[in-house]
């Protein structure tokens, strides 16, 4: 049975730093992509970073370009969300996904992912 869970959220100030990580229960090598998508409360589940897990390609959304490094380790069998100068916005649950399926385009909708985490929440406050 597949398993992904999510750590590193938290509560922060505004222009602080988290760094979400999600340990999946086999080899990540499984799926073609993994991701983190949030939701806030009200809204829709939105796509923030996905990274190709064999070539390493990565994919961010327009509102964390720049501040996001999303990374794999095979080793470790665990993808990781290093997020900076956090904002009031980017208050939501976290999850973490896996897609088994190849992707054309952008692989950050929540309908191409197989797999998914419980969430972890992280509170940005101003």
């Known amino acids: 049975q597949v398993q992904l869970v999510e750590s590193g959220g938290g509560s922060v100030q505004a222009g602080g730093a988290l760094r979400l990580s999600c340990a999946a229960s086999?080899?990540?090598?499984?799926?073609?992509?993994m991701g983190w998508f949030r939701q806030a409360p009200g809204k829709g589940r939105e796509g923030v970073a996905a990274?190709?897990?064999?070539?390493?390609?990565?994919y961010y959304a327009d509102s964390v370009q720049g501040r996001s490094t999303i990374s794999r380790s095979a080793a470790k069998n665990t993808v990781t969300l290093q997020m900076n100068s956090l904002k009031p916005e980017d208050t939501a649950m976290y999850y973490c996904?896996?897609?088994?399926?190849?992707?054309?385009?952008?692989?950050?909708?929540?309908?191409?992912?197989?797999?998914w985490g419980l969430g972890t929440q992280v509170t940005v406050s101003s």
């Open positions: 996904a896996a897609a088994t399926g190849w992707v054309a385009g952008f692989p950050l909708r929540p309908d191409e992912y197989n797999y």
């Open positions: 086999g080899p990540i090598y499984a799926y073609k992509y």
């Open positions: 990274i190709a897990v064999g070539g390493g390609s990565t």
